[in-house]
Structure formats: C-alpha cells, structure tokens
C-alpha cells in the first residue's frame, strides 16, 4: 500500500519494473502531458504491462474513480479511440420508448399541480404564467423549453440574460416554492413528449451562454451529442451552477453520462433525483 501523495524515487539502476515489484504495485497511471522526445517511458511501461502490470491513463482513472471526466487531462484520441460516446440505435430506440410511455404517465399525474402552480403564478404575479425559452438541443439544434414562470415578468428587463443566483431577489414568493420543488420544470414533460428532451441528459442551455462556454471551455460541444434531459448525472452529483467555473463542473459530470449513458444509468439517475427533489436539494 502506498499512502496518497507519497513519491517514490528510483535509485541509479533502478528500472520502473523493479520499483513496481519492490513496492507490489498493480496498477500504473501514466499522467505525462508531453510524451514527445522521451518523455513517455514506453519501453519500460510495456515491460510492466507484460508482467501483468494494468496500466491506465489519467483521464481513464480520473472517470473510474470520480465518475467524471477529466477535462485537464482530456485529449481528442483518449475520445475518439476509447470506449464510449457511441449512439447506438438500439439504445436511442429504448431510450425514446422509455421516454414516450413515462412522459404520457407522468403528464396525466402531474397535470393537477401544474394547473394549482399556475392558478397560483397568475394571482401574484399576473399572467402570462407559462415560460417559454430557446435553449440548444441535440445536435445544437435551437428548440422552445417550457416552464412554469417564477420569476418577475421583468426579471431581465435590461435584456442582458443572467444566471439564477441564491435568493436571486428576481423569484416571486411563489417562485421559490415551485422552484424549490422542481414544479416549474414539470411542463417539460411536453418538450418530452415531443421528442426535444429526454428524461435524463445534460440539462440545456441558453444559446447566449452555450456560445460564450463553447469558446471558453473545451469539448464543451460534446455534450449536445446526446440529448438533453429533465435531470442529468450532474444534477444530482453538483450544485446548481450559475458561473464559468461552475459549468466546468458541471461538463465532467455531462461528459461521464454522455460517454456512459444507458437505461441502467438513466434509472439510477431518475431514482436519485426523486430524492434530491424530496429534500429540495440545490434549488435557486
């Protein structure tokens, strides 16, 4: 066992194999940025690897260990020529049954507290109560979301879009409770059934800051290569993320389900958020 954190050292004829065998090492994690002009130790990585020795890159680690990817260490090969990030039809065509039968359902379950959220929208805040917004689906195609409004009708009068922030001072008292609840979500059981979202993706964007993240941070396209969802891996594993910072995050997490995504996943995830939903975890 090696504690975290301690290195060791090779002494003058020391090869890598033999510190592996000395300290009973059976795992290698290569994290070498530059692997030009020797700066990967090939030879003696393929000596250890025929002794048995599994030997990983750090991205590979980093998602097994974290169910994230790492996107410090991300590079196009690890990408194109590592498992995942496949679009099967198979699984598209399970997935958008699964989405077709529970959406139907949920919205004959759901429409009672959608009319008794709405009833209450419009008597604080007037009409209208239903939200509508762009936001960049699959492919990057552009499609409207629909939620409930809980928010002032001049939240963003200066017409600058912002990101919701703590006891963003813009919710209406009924605001934060449907938020809270995650009832101002339910109408994107439509988007659902219409075929714009799924129940379980990377949740969509606004265009204006899909374009500035898309420059600002990589790989971040990869994620429309899904479809967005209702709730998503990053959901429940990450707060709610209102900044740069936070939508970079947010992406290892988008990225890890995009790569790995299946029904068994997607179940994991619908039953996690009923928890987080239950509790009221990470609202704004």
Known sequence: YIPAGHMLTMAPGDTLLSVVKRHAIDQIVV??????????????????????????????????????????????????LGDGFRQGYFGNFVKRLFDLIVSGLLLLLALPVILVAALCVSLEDGLPVPYRQERVGQGGRIFTLYKLRSMRMDAERDGAPRWANVNDDRTTRVGRFIRKWRID????????????????????????????????????????????????????????????????????????????????????????????????????
Not at 32 to 51: A, F, T
């Open 31 to 80: 994290a070498v940025r530059d692997r030009r002009g020797g700066g990967l130790p090939v030879q003696q990585l393929l000596d250890c690897k025929m002794e048995g020795i599994k030997v990983v890159e750090m991205p590979t680690f980093f998602e097994r260990e974290c169910r994230q990817v790492m996107l410090d260490s991300l590079n196009p090969s690890w990408v194109v």
């Open 185 to 284: 979500e339910l109408p994107q059981i439509i988007n659902v059934f219409q075929g714009d979202m799924s129940f379980v993706g990377p949740r969509p964007e606004r265009t204006v800051f899909v374009d500035q993240l898309t420059k600002k941070v990589p790989f971040y396209s990869l994620r429309h290569s899904a479809k967005p969802g209702i709730t998503g891996w990053a959901q429940i594993r990450y707060q709610y993320g209102a900044s740069v910072d936070d939508a970079i995050e947010k992406l290892q997490h988008d990225l890890y389900y995009v790569k790995n995504h299946c029904l068994f996943l997607d179940i994991m995830i619908l039953i996690a958020t009923v928890e987080v939903v239950l509790w009221g975890k990470g609202a704004r």
